[in-house]
């Protein structure tokens, strides 16, 4: 099996796998890495380990070196000029009068290309735009047009459950989330209830969808007359967590019952 080392980049905050080239690693090393965009400023995750090659995307790129005082110092230097490039570019886009709304600057490690991510409700004709940019800092500028839950990764936030937004901390792609899968968990379809900062659904549905599909298949439907050792009753409720149901039993009585202990009655 291939050695890999788990290296975070800067921007897009992704976990990706490179080749460590026999250098010795350990996790928190600044590492320059070989990337599609040529080289980046990167974080070791993890120390270098065996992997199966059904789960690495061939071709396998390199550790190139761990950052010396130098890189870390041009580091440094790349993020306060994006800091400038992106008051800069807000200037830029009010005098053009561009429907627009830049979230975020990066500069390449080696400062050949700047890149302005940007959010629109539609198409942009930015070209002017990047003349302006290119003529005043003088290197390659691309503007890139992005989604809102790109925006959210970016800025970052704390979502509704109180903690910092997946996207940001763990999140490398974004996978379709549907409406199906709150209502597979019973969720209030209230979208302020279960839609993220970004105005979207919020990701977590995803999380545990696939345990509420094999819950509600063996589950009983909700009004469902059942026997259980509480006696006999119907379904008002579930508790998929705990793989049971809510069973309304005499006087009203509501009783939590595991489903192994659960039979439904079939219809006279």
């Given at each position: 099996m291939p050695v890999v080392v788990s290296v975070s980049l800067k921007k897009s905050g992704k976990a990706l796998y490179?080749?460590?080239?026999?250098?010795?690693?350990?996790?928190?090393?600044?590492?320059?890495?070989?990337?599609?965009?040529?080289?980046?400023?990167?974080?070791?995750?993890?120390?270098?380990?065996?992997?199966?090659?059904?789960?690495?995307?061939?071709?396998?790129?390199?550790?190139?070196?761990?950052?010396?005082?130098?890189?870390?110092?041009?580091?440094?230097?790349?993020?306060?000029?994006?800091?400038?490039a992106f008051k800069t570019g807000l200037e830029k886009i009010k005098k053009h009068g561009l429907p627009?709304?830049?979230?975020?600057?990066?500069?390449?490690?080696?400062?050949?290309?700047?890149?302005?991510?940007?959010?629109?409700?539609?198409?942009?004709?930015?070209?002017?735009?990047?003349?302006?940019?290119?003529?005043?800092?003088?290197?390659?500028?691309?503007l890139r047009q992005i989604g809102v839950r790109d925006e959210a990764k970016f800025i970052?936030?704390?979502?509704?459950?109180?903690?910092?937004?997946?996207?940001?901390?763990?999140?490398?792609?974004?996978?379709p989330v549907s409406i199906k899968m709150a209502k597979e968990q019973n969720l209030p379809l209230n979208p302020i209830k279960i839609s993220g900062i970004c105005g979207r659904l919020m990701c977590c549905l995803k999380y545990e969808t696939e345990f509420y599909e094999e819950f509600n298949k063996v589950a009983p439907k909700m009004g469902s007359h059942v026997a259980t050792p509480e006696g006999d009753g119907r379904v008002v409720?579930?508790?998929?967590?705990?793989?049971?149901?809510?069973?309304?039993?005499?006087?009203?009585?509501?009783?939590?019952?595991?489903l192994e202990d659960v039979k439904v009655q079939k219809k006279k």
């Amino acid at each position: 099996m291939p050695v890999v080392v788990s290296v975070s980049l800067k921007k897009s905050g992704k976990a990706l796998y490179f080749d460590p080239a026999n250098i010795k690693l350990e996790a928190d090393d600044k590492v320059i890495v070989e990337t599609v965009r040529g080289q980046e400023f990167g974080e070791v995750i993890q120390p270098p380990k065996e992997l199966p090659d059904n789960e690495l995307v061939a071709p396998l790129k390199r550790v190139i070196r761990v950052a010396t005082r130098e890189d870390i110092e041009q580091e440094k230097r790349n993020t306060a000029n994006e800091k400038k490039a992106f008051k800069t570019g807000l200037e830029k886009i009010k005098k053009h009068g561009l429907p627009m709304k830049l979230v975020e600057t990066e500069c390449l490690f080696d400062g050949s290309k700047m890149i302005f991510y940007f959010t629109a409700e539609g198409r942009v004709d930015f070209r002017e735009l990047v003349k302006d940019l290119a003529s005043t800092f003088k290197t390659r500028i691309e503007l890139r047009q992005i989604g809102v839950r790109d925006e959210a990764k970016f800025i970052g936030g704390l979502g509704p459950c109180g903690r910092d937004l997946c996207c940001r901390l763990f999140l490398s792609d974004f996978e379709p989330v549907s409406i199906k899968m709150a209502k597979e968990q019973n969720l209030p379809l209230n979208p302020i209830k279960i839609s993220g900062i970004c105005g979207r659904l919020m990701c977590c549905l995803k999380y545990e969808t696939e345990f509420y599909e094999e819950f509600n298949k063996v589950a009983p439907k909700m009004g469902s007359h059942v026997a259980t050792p509480e006696g006999d009753g119907r379904v008002v409720g579930y508790c998929a967590p705990k793989q049971s149901v809510i069973v309304e039993v005499e006087n009203q009585r509501q009783v939590q019952v595991p489903l192994e202990d659960v039979k439904v009655q079939k219809k006279k």
